[in-house]
């Protein structure tokens, strides 16, 4: 199936999760996930009308920032995993947005780099909402003294919250972990520790964005439904 048949399948269904919820199609954003295929199928990604990419890894993805950079459209990049912070260097100025901001020295890495480059990076503050070990994010408790650290640094802009939620047959069962990460938001937002909103959710994967969709996201990062999975990418 073609990316463009998948992603009007994938549209479809925001479309009626939308409707289910009182939510408006325009406020939910797709990140197409390309870290399991390749340059070519990137591109067609981009053709077929995503324009949001998101890669998880600096070296696997730099091959294809490269390769895609003089596309029309040219691809919005987002950072959407752990990174160390040796790589913020190489991120901060290329991805136009990071999902994965989960601790106080990425937060000074990032906004150092920022400001050496005179921009401000829209950023996700990363919270480990379902407490598993093997999850990266913040405890929901440590959100808002964190939040306060990230108020002065000029580099930064908090776009929102992100989280992953546990990998579960019944996506149901995802639910109350999206619905607290919108509860998080909005007490985020009512602490006011931040110079500006943080209105954005980044939460639901390919298994689980429609539930996503009905508790708040704005962006949803989906790689196997709409782009696939190939073997050896590079
Ligand atoms: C890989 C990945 C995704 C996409 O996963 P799918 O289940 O293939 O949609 C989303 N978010 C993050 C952080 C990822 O690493």
């Not at 479809?12 to 870290?35: N, P």
């Not at 981009?46 to 600096?58: F, K, P, T, Y």
């Not at 106080?104 to 005179?118: C, H, M, Y």
């Not at 950023?123 to 108020?151: D, M, W, Y």
Request: hydrophobic share 40%.
């Amino acid at each position: 199936m073609s990316i463009r048949a998948r992603l009007d399948e994938v549209d479809r269904r925001i479309r009626e999760a939308c409707a289910r919820s009182g939510r408006r199609r325009e406020d939910v954003e797709i990140v197409a996930v390309t870290k399991y295929v390749s340059i070519e199928t990137a591109r067609e990604a981009l053709r077929s009308g995503l324009v949001h990419l998101g890669e998880n890894r600096w070296q696997e993805a730099a091959p294809k920032l490269r390769a895609l950079q003089e596309e029309d459209p040219r691809p919005t990049w987002h950072f959407i995993g752990t990174l160390q912070t040796n790589k913020v260097k190489d991120v901060v100025g290329r991805f136009a947005y990071i999902h994965s901001l989960d601790r106080p020295s990425l937060a000074e890495a990032i906004n150092r780099r920022a400001e050496q480059l005179g921009i401000r990076v829209p950023c996700f503050i990363q919270v480990n909402v379902s407490g598993e070990a093997t999850k990266h994010g913040l405890a929901p408790e440590e959100l808002i003294g964190f939040a306060r650290t990230l108020a002065d640094m000029r580099g930064i802009a908090v776009a929102g919250l992100m989280t992953m939620a546990p990998h579960v047959e019944d996506p149901e069962e995802a639910r109350p972990v999206f619905r607290r990460l919108r509860e998080l938001r909005d007490e985020l937002n009512r602490a006011a520790v931040l110079p500006e909103e943080a209105p954005g959710l980044s939460m639901g994967m390919s298994n689980d964005f429609e539930v996503a969709v009905e508790e708040g996201a704005t962006w949803l990062r989906l790689g196997t439904i709409l782009v696939g999975k190939e073997e050896a990418v590079s």
